[in-house]
């Protein structure tokens, strides 16, 4: 099964080559690069979250395999789910679903149903991919959606299904968090409720970040995917978070009075 690009042309270009000048141009080539469990990524436009994205992904020593967790911006489910087998196509090329990966996952993780069609037109972790075929070429990873409405326990157990499913691989595995922070807010409430969450990833805290979201009201749309992120990665004994990039679309447009936050965090 393919899955063919659904914001090629809307989101990044869908002319190969002015992606890769729009990816280039969007990467740090002094970056002091890592070895990382994880990364928190922006997924809006590129024009708008793609230097974060860009930042963030030239922070690290990128391996082989990867494995992206995002929102499901498609419909209120209480359901996640995981794509175990296929390819998905963009203007770079096709990449693969490690189906061994994506197994281990499912076999460690009650919490998770195969579905092709939730992901068919999901763009949070479609626009990570081709940022990822620019800078490392040949690579395989496994796509999940996580649910609007899982529970801070359900989090709890596929963040430590996904920390299992990677040591039983036994093989470097990244994990990729796709979220934006704050939506449709001023400049200044966007960076005053996002480093609230933004202190709370860097302390690693799971339950911190997930209260936070929750009781401040915090319009951040992968919490849910950066929350599960945060427990894998301190299972597989994560030492320290680092905030590599934070801007808002503001910095952009230049309209400061609605904007959209974005935070490009590394976790080694």
């Given at each position: 099964?393919?899955?063919?690009?659904?914001?090629?042309?809307?989101?990044?270009p869908?002319?190969?080559?002015?992606?890769?000048?729009m990816i280039?141009?969007?990467?740090?080539?002094?970056?002091?690069?890592?070895?990382?469990?994880?990364?928190?990524?922006?997924?809006?436009?590129?024009?708008?979250?793609?230097k974060?994205a860009?930042?963030?992904?030239?922070?690290?020593?990128?391996?082989?395999?990867?494995?992206?967790?995002?929102?499901?911006?498609q419909?209120?489910?209480?359901?996640?789910?995981i794509?175990?087998?296929?390819?998905?196509?963009?203007?770079l090329?096709?990449?693969e679903?490690?189906?061994t990966?994506?197994?281990?996952?499912?076999?460690?993780?009650?919490?998770l149903?195969?579905?092709?069609?939730?992901?068919?037109q999901?763009?949070?972790?479609?626009?990570?991919?081709?940022?990822?075929?620019y800078?490392?070429?040949?690579f395989?990873?496994?796509?999940?959606?996580?649910?609007?409405?899982?529970?801070?326990?359900?989090?709890?157990?596929?963040?430590?299904a996904?920390?299992?499913?990677?040591?039983?691989?036994?093989?470097?595995?990244?994990?990729?968090a796709?979220?934006?922070?704050?939506?449709?807010v001023?400049?200044?409430?966007?960076?005053?409720?996002d480093?609230?969450?933004?202190?709370?990833?860097?302390?690693?805290d799971?339950?911190?970040?997930?209260?936070?979201?929750?009781?401040?009201?915090?319009?951040?749309?992968?919490?849910?995917s950066?929350?599960?992120?945060?427990?894998?990665?301190?299972?597989?004994?994560?030492?320290?978070?680092?905030?590599?990039?934070?801007?808002t679309?503001?910095?952009?447009?230049?309209?400061f009075?609605?904007?959209?936050?974005y935070?490009?965090?590394r976790?080694?």
């Open positions: 099964m393919k899955r063919k690009p659904s914001v090629a042309g809307y989101f990044y869908n002319d190969s080559g002015a992606l890769r000048d280039k141009g969007m990467l740090d080539p002094q970056a002091d690069k890592e070895k990382a469990i994880s990364v928190i990524s922006p997924h809006a436009g590129y024009v708008y979250s793609g974060v860009g930042s963030v992904f030239s922070s690290v020593i990128l391996p082989e395999s990867y494995i992206i967790l995002g929102p499901n911006h419909g209120l489910t209480k359901d996640s789910f794509m175990k087998q296929g390819v998905w196509e963009t203007p090329g096709d990449v679903i490690n189906t990966l994506a197994d281990l996952i499912m076999k460690q993780s009650g919490e149903k195969e579905s092709a069609k939730n992901h068919s999901e763009h949070s972790l479609e626009v990570q991919v081709p940022f990822i075929q800078l490392k070429g040949n395989s990873f496994v796509p999940i959606v996580i649910a609007y409405f899982a529970s801070y326990d359900e989090l709890v157990k596929l963040g430590e996904i920390a299992r499913a990677i040591r039983e691989y036994g093989q470097d595995v990244l994990i990729v796709s979220t934006d922070m704050s939506h449709q001023s400049q200044e409430e966007a960076k005053e409720k480093f609230l969450a933004i202190e709370k990833i860097l302390d690693l799971a339950r911190g970040l997930y209260d936070v979201v929750k009781r401040e009201n915090i319009s951040m749309c992968g919490f849910q950066t929350t599960t992120t945060i427990i894998a990665s301190n299972e597989l004994k994560a030492k320290k978070a680092e905030l590599i990039k934070y801007q679309s503001g910095d952009v447009s230049g309209d009075l609605k904007v959209v936050g935070a490009g965090i976790i080694i």
